[in-house]
């Protein structure tokens, strides 16, 4: 059974930074581009940022120069380093992967729990 398992969130001040994390365990053979979403109360889930398996990356127009993707292959996990935090940042982040469980298997979408992200001003 696969699993992605997001870094506990928290609260913290306008223009500080936090890092997330999110790791993926149980059977996986191959993981291909992961994305980190966020929800917004009321707001629709977007897209914040996402990685290749190649590490190609791209952002949200709201997050650029911000906030960093990067994975690390070895330990299955993609990570979010989020800087300057502004309110509009608060949020729930969700992460996201297209894994491969085994060689013959097809590739499925992945999700983990979320964590709550909150910028106080």
Do not use: H
Request: charged share 15%; net charge neutral; hydrophobic share 35%.
């Amino acid at each position: 059974q696969v699993q992605l398992v997001e870094s506990v969130g928290g609260l913290v001040q306008l223009g500080g930074s936090l890092r997330l994390s999110c790791a993926a365990s149980g059977s996986i053979f191959s993981i291909n581009a992961i994305r980190w979403y966020r929800q917004a109360p009321g707001k629709q889930r977007e897209l914040v940022a996402a990685i290749t398996s190649g590490g190609s990356t791209n952002y949200a127009d709201s997050v650029k120069g911000r906030f960093t993707i990067s994975r690390d292959n070895a330990k299955n996990t993609v990570y979010l380093q989020m800087n300057s935090l502004k309110p509009e940042d608060t949020a729930v982040y969700y992460c996201n992967a297209d894994l491969q469980p085994d060689p013959s298997a097809k590739e499925y979408d992945y999700w983990g729990q979320g964590t709550q992200v909150t910028v106080s001003s």
